[in-house]
């Protein structure tokens, strides 16, 4: 199949190498975006690094309810000046609770975007989330881009296996995606949540996967020293969340730490040297001073004026 002929809409790009510069092209975020967690950070990231078109965020159901997701995406690009971007409300797996998960599960659901406990820090974004399915949104941004979009799954694969099954047609069509937590974990918290979306991304052939190993991200966390040299400098909207979010817990508790995991996902699609044992597609160690030197340029460096 050439990706350059298999879409005949006007809207369709006409698709670029496999092989095309790391760390670039267009990208989907799917992900259970919360405050200034790991999701958010990958976002930042992301949202931060010039090559990078962010074509959209979808929200789905995992340590946060698709709705608290939106609301999150939502407040959190408009703080970066980024509310161009769409935000595509998902859906969510209802699994039986475990006395070591929960995430979502610890409180009901909100009815909507603009109906959370309590709001996200700042107030509720202006902007509104884009209409239709999660779902449909990856498979149409795919066709119109074939060839090019890396889907980022960040929270549990509900979503995207949900595009698999009803777009099959998309995934020969997928550049690539980039998963956390390696497919033999039967126990990480995004298999656990939808087990059965999980084995059906895990198994559908798509032409290139990156996977960041748990472990991996996990020898990672966010200390002290390194929270001061993310808030350092000319103040930007990311570095003062930085500040009002993390600088308490850091303040009560010299001695916190705050995992990254899907901060390292993100980093290891865009800057591949740091990662320093691979096996070609799984990651299974990444260079922590090349890590953190990239997280601390990067994370704060988004503007209402990039």
């Known amino acids: 199949m050439v990706l350059s002929t298999v879409c005949a809409t006007a ?21 259970d975006m919360g405050e200034l967690n790991d999701d958010a950070q990958a976002m930042f ?22 709705e608290e ?43 909507s975007h603009r ?11 202006t902007t509104r989330p884009a209409a239709g399915s999660a779902s449909d949104f990856i498979a149409d941004q795919v066709r119109r881009h074939p060839g090019e979009v890396t889907v980022f799954a960040l929270g549990p694969a509900t979503n ?9 047609d998309m995934v020969p069509l997928v550049r690539e995606v980039v998963h956390l937590g390696a497919d033999t974990e039967g126990e990480e918290f995004n298999r656990w949540f939808d087990p059965e979306a999980s084995r059906v991304v895990f198994e559908a ?9 748990l472990e991996a991200a996990q020898r990672l966390t966010l200390d002290r020293r390194t929270y001061e040299r993310v808030v350092a400098g000319e103040e930007t909207p ?34 591949p040297e740091i990662v320093s044992d691979s096996d070609g597609r799984t990651v299974l160690e990444v260079d922590p001073d090349r890590f953190w030197d990239l997280y601390v340029t990067r994370i704060g460096s988004a503007t209402p004026s990039s």
């Open 69 to 111: 997701g939106t609301a999150y995406a939502l407040r959190q690009l408009e703080l970066i000046g980024r509310a161009d971007i769409p935000v595509v409300t998902g859906e969510s797996n209802t699994p039986e609770p475990r006395d070591d998960y929960d995430g979502a599960l610890d409180r009901p659901r909100p009815a």
């Open 205 to 213: 052939p798509f032409r290139r996967e990156l996977v960041v190993t």
């Open 11 to 31: 809207s369709c790009s006409p698709g670029v190498p496999l092989d095309g510069p790391p760390g670039t092209g267009k990208i989907i975020i799917d992900a």
């Open 238 to 271: 990311v570095r003062r969340l930085f500040k009002e979010l993390q600088g308490p817990l850091f303040g009560g508790d010299p001695g916190h730490r705050a995992f990254v995991w899907d901060a390292v996902a993100a980093a290891a699609f865009l800057r």
């Open 160 to 168: 995207l296996a949900r595009a698999v099954r009803e777009h099959p």
């Open 45 to 66: 990231l992301l949202a931060a690094t010039e090559g990078v078109e962010v074509l959209g965020v979808t929200t789905v159901g995992g340590n946060t309810w698709p």
């Open 115 to 125: 109906a959370l406990a309590t709001p996200p820090h700042g107030g509720y974004a």
